[in-house]
Nanobody, 122 residues
């Protein structure tokens, strides 16, 4: 079992920055990747970024590439999402998730956090 708790969401003006954190507890030995996903009202859940737990390889969806950075601290069992140059379109609930056999496909992720709201005002 893996438990995930996100923090760091909030209200920010367009062009601003936020850093989301995800605290991981439980078993991580068979974890392949940690990912961030988001869901805006009336839309499907969207992949944002992922990082492989052992190798640290990173993956980004096109809308956030160059603006967001995913990182991990294996010793602290934390994953972060640094979000810069935020836009109103980034407004959503952001979720972290862990996967044993997936990197970018949401339906193949095994465990999910409760989500944290990010609101970007124009």
């Amino acid at each position: 079992q893996v438990q995930l708790v996100e923090s760091g969401g909030g209200l920010v003006q367009a062009g601003g920055s936020l850093r989301l954190s995800c605290a991981i507890s439980g078993r991580t030995s068979d974890m392949l990747a940690m990912g961030w996903f988001r869901r805006a009202p009336g839309t499907e859940r969207e992949f944002v970024a992922a990082i492989t737990w052992s190798g640290g390889d990173t993956f980004y969806n096109s809308p956030v590439k160059g603006r967001f950075t995913i990182s991990r601290d294996s010793a602290k069992k934390m994953v972060y999402l640094q979000m810069n140059s935020l836009k109103p379109d980034d407004t959503a609930v952001y979720y972290c998730a862990s996967a044993r056999n997936a990197v970018t496909t949401a339906r193949r992720y095994d465990y999910w956090g409760q989500g944290t709201q990010v609101t970007v005002s124009s």
